[in-house]
């Protein structure tokens, strides 16, 4: 099956309006594009209420078909900036979400294979370019009670690569910081969104993940049609870890703190060679003022000069 089974009929035709309009980012046939475009504009082109357009993209949103990069300016009126995602990433977002199957009945859900309608569950990513597919659901059951708080297990492959308790500990804590900033969020949630990312990146580190949550709170606070919005960051945070568009990421931030730290290198070399003089300053001061046989007026300018460095804070 295809990508486009997991939307509806107006999801499709806004999510169609999108993609035609946007522009490529790169020369891959299959690369995202991004579009500023009001849900006015989208509204005229499909025949919708602008209200339906935005439940609309929310729900596209949800699904990870597309993302907001930039949300609407009031000051200048400027429309949201959307990146528009091609069939065959939004097949790979979904399958690393474990969004593998749709239950179809006034629209689309995403569900598991026992009929339990799930908003996203992140699982472990496969190697791009394997077979993906969205798969017919079963007829939906009831969901069976789960205990409160449970927590997937770690799993075995993972457990080598994980970090020490005392570097676990403080992830945790990071990450419930960034996750309780509009709403309140209990650690064990931010325990599970930590395991979900490592699942895709091992190697996720607390301030990634942090900086992920932060991002995404912002969309979904400024978003008032996204009913559960910590839900929400914690299906769509680990997917920021997928594939070579994070490893730019990384390799921004790391361009940006060796040079944050050549900075403060620099800035301590400056502070370690003014206080060398400082100090050179003083003890000439000090001799001219001590010395007998200087006439007065060296001795005060020598004073003079000594409350003036004394008055300096290095």
Request: charged share 30%; net charge neutral.
């Amino acid at each position: 099956m295809l990508a486009q089974d997991g939307h509806s009929l107006g999801e499709e035709a806004i999510y169609q309006v999108m993609w035609r309009a946007g522009r490529p980012e790169n020369n891959d046939p299959n690369c995202a594009r991004t579009i500023r475009i009001g849900a006015a504009d989208i509204g005229c082109k499909v025949n919708m209420a602008k209200k339906n357009v935005r439940q609309n993209i929310s729900r596209l949103f949800e699904k990870l078909a597309i993302e907001i990069l930039e949300d609407f300016e009031t000051m200048s009126s400027q429309a949201r900036l959307y990146r528009v995602y091609s069939y065959k990433q939004i097949l790979e977002r979904r399958r690393a979400a474990g969004l593998d199957y749709v239950l179809r009945n006034k629209g689309v859900v995403f569900c598991t294979a026992d009929g339990e309608e799930v908003v996203s569950s992140p699982a472990y990513v496969s190697s791009p370019g394997d077979e993906t597919y969205i798969r017919p659901a079963a007829p939906k059951k009831r969901r069976a009670p789960q205990p409160p708080n449970a927590l997937a297990p770690l799993h075995p492959a993972l457990r080598q690569a994980a970090p020490q308790e005392s570097s676990e500990s403080m992830d945790v804590e990071i990450v419930s910081q960034a996750l309780n900033r509009y709403w309140p969020v209990d650690q064990p949630a931010a325990e599970q969104l930590i395991r979900d990312c490592r699942r895709i990146r091992p190697d996720a580190t607390g301030e990634e993940i942090s900086f992920f949550v932060r991002e995404k709170l912002e969309l979904a606070r400024q978003n008032r049609n996204i009913a559960n919005p910590i839900g929400l960051i914690l299906a769509t945070v680990p997917q920021s870890f997928v594939g070579a568009t994070f490893l730019g990421f990384r390799e921004r931030m790391g361009r940006q703190a060796m040079l944050a730290a050549e900075e403060q290198q620099r800035k301590q070399q400056e502070q370690a060679e003014l206080s060398t003089w400082l100090l050179n300053e003083r003890e000439r001061y000090e001799t001219i003022a001590g010395d007998p046989d200087r006439s007065d007026r060296e001795r005060i300018n020598a004073e003079n000069r000594l409350r003036q460095l004394a008055s300096w804070n290095l």
